[in-house]
């Protein structure tokens, strides 16, 4: 609606508009849609009529638009029920169509603009500020066991290759871990420094491995004792994910609402709580289907291309102070200070900024 005709009907948009006062009539926008599109902000009496055409409020734009999906949604889930017993008829078909609920068509972070941007020095800080659940859990049991076992070294060695590091960098990251474990250089060289190679393309049919996605790591490859691989909101037991959680200072409230999305079987959801509250927001604004994704979004939002929420609260104090014990703990060779790394953080975040 352009400004001339709000402000001719200005009277009109206030009375027939709750929530909204006068000056808020003229700061808001207004669409003018058909009377069917509205057709329950009409029977609630919540917008203004005229002419057959409804005037909706920005802030009641959301009702139209879903409206408007849930029509197309039904109509298209009509038309596929109806076809699908001649697609499963299809021996071709068949397969796709049983992968489709499981496969992701996202970005697979195979390309990574960001190749070499990240120091090693800086990975136990940002493990704790920005990776996902399970990599936080696969970097802090190589921490502290020196080794992880090949469903772990897969699925964190392509993170890792996702978030930037370089394959001179994921030799010299792994080979260090494992050698003050009980592997010697000699044996690390020969047996796991062929595999790290593998997943850079650079051994066997030389392919170019992308890092795993959520629904990868949910669905297939479960850990066994002495694995930490995996999604922890899928594979922990409740009562241990619960004292994880209680470790990060998550506060209790935000502890029952995850194990309530994971009771529902929804991982994801409850990862994507998790990130809302260490990063201290209320919606975190996009929908999570990746480690990497989760990663990069943190980056972003740390860097200042979000708003973080107004009020912090103490437990989000106290969850920062732990964070930074425990990246110290963490990273038992004092290789740089706490200080040092989080302001090489801030130049990496900003890097992340650019899209
Ligand atoms: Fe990792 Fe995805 Fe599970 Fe989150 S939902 S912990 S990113 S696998």
Redesign the pocket.
């Known amino acids: 609606v352009s400004e001339d005709l709000k402000t001719e009907l200005a009277n009109e948009l206030w009375a027939s508009t709750p929530g909204l006062s006068l000056s808020k009539v003229k700061e808001q926008m207004f669409y003018k849609v058909g009377l069917a599109d509205a057709v329950d902000l009409f029977r609630t009496r919540r917008v203004f009529i005229k002419d057959g055409f409804a005037y909706v409020p920005f802030k009641e734009i959301d009702a139209i638009v879903l409206n408007n999906y849930r029509t197309k949604l039904s109509k298209a889930l009509a038309l596929t029920a109806r076809s699908l017993p001649s697609i499963q008829s299809d021996e071709r078909l068949q397969p796709l169509l049983n992968h489709l609920s499981h496969s992701y068509v996202g970005p697979d972070y195979s390309v990574q603009k960001n190749t070499g941007k990240i120091s090693l020095e800086q990975i136990d800080a940002l493990s704790v500020k920005s990776f ?4 936080r859990q696969l970097h802090k049991a190589l921490r502290d066991s020196h080794h992880l076992r090949h469903g772990g070294r897969m699925q964190y060695g392509l993170f890792l290759k996702g978030i930037g590091l370089t394959l001179e960098q994921a030799l010299e990251f792994w080979k260090k871990e494992f050698i003050r474990g009980k592997v010697d250089a000699d044996k690390f060289d020969k047996g796991y420094a062929y595999s790290i190679r593998h997943n850079y393309g650079k051994e066997g049919k030389r392919t170019d491995y992308t890092p795993y996605s ?1 629904m990868k ?2 669905m297939s490859n479960p850990p066994s004792q002495g694995d930490y691989h995996g ?4 594979h922990s037991d409740p009562e241990l994910l619960k004292q994880k959680l209680q470790s990060y200072k998550i506060p209790p409230s935000g502890i029952t609402q995850i194990l309530e999305l994971v009771k529902g079987m929804h ?2 959801l ?2 994507q709580k998790y990130f809302e509250l260490t990063h201290e927001v209320d919606d975190i604004g996009f929908s ?1 289907n ?2 990497n994704q ?1 990663f990069t979004e943190s980056q972003r939002l740390l860097s200042g291309g979000r708003e973080p929420k107004k009020e912090l609260s103490n437990s989000g104090n106290s969850q920062q102070k732990n964070n930074s014990q425990e990246s110290m703990n963490l990273n038992s060779t004092p290789t740089s200070s706490n200080t040092t790394a989080d302001t090489e953080l801030e130049g990496l975040e900003a890097y992340f900024t650019e899209d």
Do not use: E, T, V
């Open positions: 996902p659940l399970c990599m959520c790591i949910i999604c922890p909101f899928r991982y994801q409850a990862c999570l990746h480690p989760y």
